[in-house]
Antibody, heavy 117, light 106 residues
Framework: EVQLVESGGGLVQPGGSLRLSCAASGFTFSSYSMNWVRQAPGKGLEWVSYISSGGSPTYYADSVKGRFTISRDNAKNSLFLQMSSLRAGDTAVYYC??????????WGQGTLVTVSS | IQLTQSPSSLSASVGDRVTITCRASQAISNYLAWYQQKPGKAPKLLIYAASTLQSGVPSRFSGSGSGTDFTLTISSLQPEDFATYYCQQFKSYPLTFGGGTKVGIK
């Protein structure tokens, strides 16, 4: 079964840092580009970052550029999102998603990041 | 590229035909996907390339359109279809989503 499982979310103070992980199983992780997307409470979906199958290139939404870093470890079937200088506006459920031609499938179950003092 | 979904919400009955539209601010060919999201769950892919049904998705779901105007249709609404639906463009980064359409029970 193709599966993605996020971890690493939690409560962090404004200005703090957090590292999210996404563990992949059931498919050849190194063959797929991956994305992070987030959803603020009660709001819609916002793409955050992209990484190609080999680790380069990477892309970021303007809202996180310079603060977030996407990376992957193909040997460990894992995707990461290093988040720093966190703001209240970064509070959201963060999902990782596998990119297939023309869509994302599947998505992980999500991990909640709350930025608050 | 901005995606505008309409309506933002609707109420319908089981068995109804439901149509949701998604308009792109510029032409995106057929680079459009549709997702279903239920409360507390991750989005699920329904349709990609504007009209291709993802494996395992019931045939009552269909998609159409090209260029700037797209449609998701549920031919006969079932109880498990009450959810929020999002369109997403794959033409260029930053990838963007429509604002969502919440399908509720009448």
């Amino acid at each position: 079964e193709v599966q993605l499982v996020e971890s690493g979310g939690g409560l962090v103070q404004p200005g703090g840092s957090l590292r999210l992980s996404c563990a992949a199983s059931g498919f050849t992780f190194s063959s797929y580009s991956m994305n992070w997307v987030r959803q603020a409470p009660g709001k819609g979906l916002e793409w955050v970052s992209y990484i190609s199958s080999g680790g380069s290139p990477t892309y970021y939404a303007d809202s996180v550029k310079g603060r977030f870093t996407i990376s992957r470890d193909n040997a460990k079937n894992s995707l990461f999102l290093q988040m720093s200088s966190l703001r209240a506006g970064d509070t959201a459920v963060y999902y990782c998603a596998r990119e297939i031609p023309g869509a994302w499938d599947p998505w992980g179950q999500g991990t909640l990041v709350t930025v608050s003092s | 590229i901005q995606l505008t979904q309409s309506p933002s919400s609707l109420s319908a009955s089981v068995g109804d035909r439901v149509t949701i539209t998604c308009r792109a601010s510029q032409a995106i060919s057929n680079y459009l996907a549709w997702y279903q999201q239920k409360p507390g769950k991750a989005p699920k892919l329904l349709i990609y390339a504007a009209s291709t049904l993802q494996s395992g998705v019931p045939s009552r779901f269909s998609g159409s359109g090209s260029g700037t105007d797209f449609t998701l249709t549920i031919s006969s609404l079932q109880p498990e279809d009450f959810a929020t639906y999002y369109c997403q463009q794959f033409k260029s980064y930053p990838l963007t989503f429509g604002g969502g359409t919440k399908v509720g029970i009448k």
